[in-house]
């Protein structure tokens, strides 16, 4: 039998060694360990179950196929308890061999894949997945300032992850209290006084109850602007003088509050041009930006793509309940060679989509969206000068993009504004204001 076995091995390309009973074996695999066990259950010396026994006692996590003429229930039970991977009654067909070979060996590279990702992302930082230069020195950047009081501006491109930034400073901050986001430009500006500063009962119509404001949510912990450029100006004074006098004065009320606040906020916008242009106070601006942290576009840190695009796509399989395609060559060349607007956020996008529509146990660039095979607009000056268009009047060309966003971002959220916006990161007023010029 273990003549068989070998030939229809080697014929499968595999390398084999064999023994003639379990203590013959546990030698063998000292010398030299396996990726895959296949044994039979009654042997002398030492059987099936003890071989196996044996091998998880030492910590060896190699996967096991038991083959017995006799098998039962209680056998069964007891090798799969013991981790078996497949149980096989003789006599048998080969085919049923080889089957269970093949799929024992893709669930021990599923594994190696599996501890491979979990030992890179260790080797990050917090919730980020990357190794690459860029990563690293914002990886440094977040351990040094992150213990201090500092005031924090986060800048990057829409899908860039500042919030994840912004986490991170909280967790390794060492302060107790909570981390309270709030979006400036999902929020309407009539509300967002009220979702920071809270209120008394009676202090506006509607105002059945007293509230409390995120500015006293956050005492003790870190509050998180995000697109604070998008905050109108005369709620950034109060904001400012909020951030001076470390005190906050719920609406309706003239008692102030003492607050421990630490605030990190977050712009996709140059914030030196956002205060040339009157959209930010440059004295704001000042109080925030004691330490700038620049989060790289994914197209900066390209050596992090496969990485990425394996965790979301795992992620996203595990949510499906899918065994973990491999992404194949051309997958993940025409993932390089994508410019990627919308950064990580698309590329997780992209992977959930590939997680949805697979299939078989890879996944090429056939299940890759057609965006990947277009030039981009905003394609850099040193690429092919065909991809511009004829005419390059600004206005109308930035028009045109700015309503295939909307269009696709509509379609993307089933025509549901509000998740429209969040998409586009602006506020659904701005949304419907831009349907309404573009006629969408």
């Known amino acids: 039998m273990r003549r068989i076995l070998e030939i229809a091995l080697l014929a499968m390309g595999h390398e084999v060694v064999h023994a003639a009973d379990g203590v013959e074996a546990l030698d063998r695999f000292a010398e030299a360990p396996c990726d895959l066990v296949l044994t039979d259950l009654r042997m002398p010396k030492l059987d099936g179950l003890g071989l196996l026994r044996a091998l998880r006692e030492r910590g060896e996590a190699v996967p096991v196929v038991v083959l017995t003429a006799h098998g039962s229930v209680t056998s069964a039970v007891e090798a799969m308890k013991l981790g078996a991977i497949d149980y096989i009654i003789r006599p048998f067909e080969m085919s049923a061999v080889e089957l269970a070979v093949s799929r024992a060996l893709a669930v021990a590279h599923m594994d190696r894949e599996n501890r491979f990702l979990r030992e890179e992302m260790g080797r990050g930082f917090g919730e980020f997945v990357g190794q690459s230069p860029a ?126 606040l630490r605030v990190v906020a977050a712009t996709n916008r140059d914030p030196q041009e956002a205060v040339a242009e009157g959209a930010l106070r440059q004295d704001l601006y000042f109080r925030l930006n004691v330490v700038r942290l620049d989060v790289p576009a994914l197209r900066e840190r390209r050596q992090d793509i496969p990485l990425l695009a394996r965790h979301f796509l795992a992620k996203h399989c595990r949510e499906l309940g899918r065994r973990v395609p491999e992404l194949d060559a051309s997958a993940l060349r025409r993932l390089d060679e994508y410019r990627w607007p919308g950064n990580i956020r698309e590329l997780e996008n992209m992977m959930e989509r590939a997680a949805v529509l697979s299939r078989g146990e890879t996944i090429s660039s056939t299940l890759l969206p057609e965006a990947l095979f277009k030039p981009f607009l905003g394609a850099s000056s040193g690429e092919s000068r065909a991809k511009w268009p004829q005419a390059l009047a600004m206005e109308p060309q930035v028009a045109e993009l700015e309503r295939g966003l909307i269009e696709e971002a509509l379609s993307r959220a089933g025509d549901n504004k509000s998740a429209a916006a969040r998409l586009l990161e602006i506020s659904e007023r701005s949304l419907w204001y831009k349907i309404k010029k573009y006629g969408i």
């Open 135 to 260: 990563m690293l020195a914002l990886y440094e950047l977040i351990r040094q300032v992150a213990p201090t009081r500092s005031g924090v501006f986060v800048i990057g491109e829409t899908g860039t992850g500042k919030e994840l930034v912004a986490r991170a400073i909280h967790q390794e901050s060492g302060r107790g209290g909570l981390f309270v986001p709030i979006n400036c430009a999902a929020i309407p500006a009539d509300l967002l006084e009220s979702e920071l500063f809270g209120h008394r009962k009676g202090a506006f119509t509607g105002a059945d109850r007293d509230r409390m404001g995120r500015f006293e949510a956050s005492s003790g912990g870190t509050l998180f602007l995000d697109e604070v450029t998008e905050m109108p100006m005369a709620l950034q004074a109060k904001l400012l003088r909020v951030l001076q006098e470390n005190s906050v004065e719920r609406l309706g009320s003239h008692r102030p509050v003492a607050i421990d």
